[in-house]
């Protein structure tokens, strides 16, 4: 009843409190303002476009009459509105209801949520895996967890944010090396030496590069140097691999990588929710020590429901996947990332527009640009923060036709919308031809086939 006591006061003493508290606010505010004001003047600006239909290559957008094309998803296999997908999402709201109300260890555990997590240690043949609300908790709750002040932990530069804030929450020695360089990671693991434990901690597939990270040579040197390797698998659960494992099966060293984070909200149908899989005494710690499990509710069982039917359906067929392989190839994408390297990008379904842009530069600007499309093209020239220009800039495209882009708050929204609309224009014929390929010299590369007319309507 503190605050009873409180309030009373409060009410006693009259006009002074609730004075300060406005002029606090009010300084709040304009704090506030002035931040919004340096996020809007630095061109990283992001709202929010609403959409009104499912998840796709086509939806439909609050405002906008019609359907408009989406190329913003990671959507990579067209899971989130497959029908069996739903089904099974509509059961398990049925019979396990809409939420726990609690979190895992309290009272929120369903045969579902057992049974999702062995389907993923089995789909990833680790020993055994654990569930949290999304891999950001995931990253979130594993270093924390595993590692003291006596570990190191070696991180690539260009990590996702959540890998970067999962370090951060720990007390291990950080070693940072530079984005792909296996010699600038040896020499950080002879640093690394007088530490207890070793960890590389690497995204497998670098999304905002188009890079794929060099698995081998990372396990090679983690042996040498008597390391463990963590891998964030976001960007390749369900479809990297020649039956969708990951960077780990494509690289053929699933038996090196000790953990695994992924995501159940991209690939696996696209609802939410996140794991850690690896070792059995591993995650009997994390279920123990990770706070995001710890403190925060039980996925809900609709989203169970339909991560555990699209693991289902990759792990009866690998149709889907080799579908998506084969447009991976058709289109002539994952030939190189934007370093470059050997073994970037390879079967990556993204290209990187920066190494468009000059093959394109000459292409007249669609104007005027129908409503819808500019909408639809629009989040194209939504900035990025997180992502440093150039690496930012790529143009990704999925399965069944969900364009993705993520683009630099430097780079033109004219560019993007022009190298989009000239994709849209001449797909498929185009990519499969395209010029884009690791060393491409795009000054002499030859122009994209344009058709004059850069503004039809797009079909619904
Ligand atoms: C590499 C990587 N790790 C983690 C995450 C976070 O995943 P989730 O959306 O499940 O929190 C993302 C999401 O964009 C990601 O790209």
Known sequence: MMWAG??????LSG??????????????????EEELEGIRGAGTWKSERVITSRQGPRIHVDGISGGILNFCANNYLGLSSHPEVIQAG???????????????????TQSIHKDLEAKIARFHQREDAILYPSCFDANAGLFEALLTPEDAVLSDELNHASIIDGIRLCKAHKYRYRHLDMADLEAKLQEAQKH???????????SMDGDIAPLQEICCLASQYGALVFVDECHATGFLGATGRG?????????QVTIINSTLGKALGGASGGYTTGPGSLVSLLRQRARPYLFSNSLPPAVVGCASKALDLLMESNAVIQSMAAKTQRCGLGQGGASGGEEAGEGLPCMPAQALAPCLRVLPLPTPLPQRVA??????GQGLPACPPPSSLWLFLPFPGTFLCKCSPSASLGLHLCLCWSL??????TLGHMPIRRGCDCSTAPQLPVTPNLCPQIPQ
Do not use: K, N, Y
């Open 247 to 255: 960077t780990d099966e494509l690289l053929g060293v699933m038996d």
């Open 90 to 108: 509509l059961r398990a709201l049925e019979e396990f209801g809409a939420g726990l109300s609690s979190v895992r260890f309290i009272c929120g």
């Open 196 to 206: 207890r434990l070793r960890l590389v901690a690497t995204d497998g597939a670098f």
């Open 15 to 32: 006009a002074p409190c609730g004075h300060r508290a406005q002029s606090a606010l009010a300084q709040l505010r304009g704090i506030l």
């Open 424 to 429: 849209l224009q001449t797909w498929p014929q």
């Open 375 to 380: 909408l639809g093209l629009g989040s194209l």
């Open 6 to 11: 409180r309030v009373f006061r409060a009410a």
